[in-house]
């Protein structure tokens, strides 16, 4: 995993559920554009995209981001510009080949396989968006990311990046069906056909198998978690996480992070409150390798051989596709898991 991935804590909060540590902002760690996070994904806004794949470049062209804010204009954008990784990655998945695109070099980008033939490349790590280069690609949209509190991620930031184009405007802080049902409406508006017809048929298929298995095995508590540095990981926060949010709708009973904020990317754990997380079922995310700490070893879940992990593109690569590699190996694992061999829960 790219080392750039973990950046330094916003804030500090109690770790999960024990004594004080860091909590990392979800800001603060998946970083696109200006080196910030968020992710792709969907507000009510599924009326929001008045042309077709099918209409005239010549159309007028109106699509509602999901600030609730409509950019229309008198024909359809053909110049696009993808200001984030995460923004980005999920619209080159869905099809949509951009005029320019930020690339932070965390693996978000490269976990979709994009093709970079004729495109800008609009980031550098000391200066993260180039406006310079951005402006040579003459795009006549931009596609940024939202942040929970309703900005955007690199215009609110850099203004002048948003008086060379409408910016609409994507957020991740939504479950995952969300985040690709708004990449592929998007790229048919923009005129582009999403890939892969049959991908969202799978993940379906992995959706309700692994709501199945959850029904059979309700009891099981299952914990995403991370390396965040030596000497703690990272509970990732069920109100954050687009896969997060759409395995609790299928009713999986998730580690809590008390008092997780919808911005807080996850709640710091330290190395000697590791064996009492409880948990059933740990899925190793985000992050590369496997703990070596003997405190890991001891925790029941791992003493049980009940871990997993992904593989790391898969939380990345924002498509239907990726995210089924997710659902069906949760379903696999929560099949197999038993219940109950992990610590009470000390609330």
């Known amino acids: 995993m790219p080392s750039a991935t973990l950046r330094r804590p916003r804030d500090v909060r109690s770790p999960l559920p024990l004594p004080s540590g860091t909590r990392p902002s979800r800001r603060g760690l998946l970083a696109g554009g200006l080196g910030t996070a968020a992710l792709l994904g969907l507000s009510a806004c599924g009326t929001g995209d008045s042309s077709a794949a099918g209409a005239s ?6 699509f509602t981001d999901d600030r609730g804010h409509a950019v229309r204009l008198s024909r359809r ?26 690339d932070s070099g965390q693996g ?13 490349r609009i980031y550098s790590a000391d200066k993260g968006v180039r406006i310079e280069a951005l402006a040579q690609a003459r795009p006549d949209l931009l596609i940024d990311a939202v942040e929970p509190d309703g900005t955007l991620q690199v215009a609110s930031q850099l203004p002048a990046v948003g008086k060379l184009a409408p910016v609409v405007g994507l957020s991740t802080y939504q479950p995952i069906e969300k985040i690709a049902g708004t990449a592929d409406r998007l790229t048919r508006s923009l005129g582009a056909e999403p890939n892969d017809a049959g991908a969202k048929a799978r993940y379906e298929e992995a959706s309700a198998r692994l709501r199945r298995a959850v029904a059979a095995n309700r009891e099981l508590r299952v914990g995403f978690v991370f390396g ?10 069920p109100r954050t996480w687009a896969v997060l949010k759409t395995v609790s709708a299928l009713g999986m009973r998730l580690v809590p992070v008390p008092d997780g904020a919808d911005n807080a990317y996850s709640q710091a754990v330290s190395w000697e409150n590791v064996p009492s997380l409880p ?11 496997l703990p070596g700490n003997p405190l890991w070893q001891r925790t029941p879940a791992v003493r049980a051989g009940q871990v997993w992990k992904p593989p790391l593109a898969s939380w990345y690569a924002y498509s239907w596709a990726n995210f089924t590699v997710l659902l069906d190996g949760l379903a696999t694992r ?4 038993r219940a109950g061999v992990g610590p009470r829960s000390a609330s």
């Open 228 to 237: 965040i540095d030596k000497s703690t990981i990272g509970v990732m926060n």
């Open 77 to 102: 954008p053909k110049r696009i510009a993808f200001l984030t990784d995460t923004a980005g990655a999920a619209l080159w998945a869905a099809g949509l080949h951009p005029v320019a695109a930020a």
């Open 57 to 62: 470049d010549d159309a007028a062209w109106s």
């Open 279 to 289: 948990a059933d079922l740990l899925v190793w995310a985000v992050s590369d390798p």
């Open 108 to 120: 978000i980008v490269g976990a979709v396989r994009p093709d970079w033939s004729g495109v800008t």
């Open 334 to 337: 929560v099949q197999s898991a």
